[in-house]
């Protein structure tokens, strides 16, 4: 894809400014975690042996991701994500170097991890095209932006191009898995997805959506959503 083919992205690429050990994650660690801009997307990319591959798209601060990460050493997670803050929030979580730590001469993963996570901080549609068919076994979209306003709406994550993509890297069998506090991005999400014949949704009662995975990490946003009065949902997605 060239420059110029590039979609248009909307929101923010960088917040407030990031403190220099955060910025020395970034401009030392990062290169050596990052997906590489023109090489497919397979399992031999990672620094440990792994079963399979998961996706994040937009892992925000990274607590979701370096959660599962830690918890399953033997699959590949790859985390999308343009934010720059939360590119550099996940490297701490991922090596332990606080905000206003000392950096240290050589920069490693915490003792308990293992090297089996790798970052695309770009957006995710760009990586699309390096993934091949049906190489993820998961893809989590938790929390997107809901983009509420009407005239907003096309900028929504969850639409027919980026769902026959997503349709097209999971495996069959495969999970997508959505999370949202936004009531306008609960319908929204709903009703694409039902209406897309590539998915079936798995819930069986309403607690199957109303509670949290068994396997889930709560993030620092979704605590925030709760204390603000916003019930999440969760969507499991079966991809036929």
């Known amino acids: 894809m060239l420059l110029s083919d590039k979609p248009k992205f909307y929101g923010r690429r960088q917040g407030r400014k990031i403190r220099k050990a955060k910025s020395g994650l970034l401009d030392r660690f990062l290169p050596r975690i990052a997906l590489p801009q023109n090489i497919s997307v397979t399992q031999d990319l990672f620094g440990t042996p ?125 999970l997508f898995r959505i999370a949202t506090d936004h009531p306008v991005y609960k319908s929204w999400a709903l009703r694409r997805m039902t209406d897309d014949k590539n998915f079936r949704w798995t819930a069986k009662q309403s607690n199957d959506w109303r509670r949290p995975p068994a396997d889930w990490i709560e993030t620092k946003y979704q605590r925030k959503a709760v204390a603000e009065g916003r019930r999440p949902i969760f969507l499991d997605f079966e991809r036929l």
Not at 72 to 87: L, Q, Y
Not at 122 to 128: A, E, G, I, K, T
Not at 153 to 168: D, G, Q
């Open 50 to 174: 792994v079963r399979e591959l998961w996706l994040e798209i937009g892992f925000g601060n990274g607590e979701h991701l370096a959660g599962q990460a830690l918890n399953h050493p033997d699959i590949g997670f790859i985390g999308a994500e343009v934010f720059k803050n939360g590119v550099a929030n996940l490297l701490t979580l991922l090596t332990g170097i606080k905000q206003n730590a000392d950096m240290p001469e050589h920069i490693t993963l915490l003792p308990e991890r293992v090297d089996n996570v790798r970052i695309w901080a770009d957006d995710v549609r760009l990586l699309f095209t390096l993934i091949p068919d049906g190489a993820l076994s998961r893809v989590f979209l938790l929390f997107p932006d809901p983009w509420p306003k009407k005239r907003h709406a096309p900028r929504r994550f969850i639409n027919p191009e980026n769902l026959k993509e997503i349709a097209r890297i999971l495996k069959k069998g495969g």
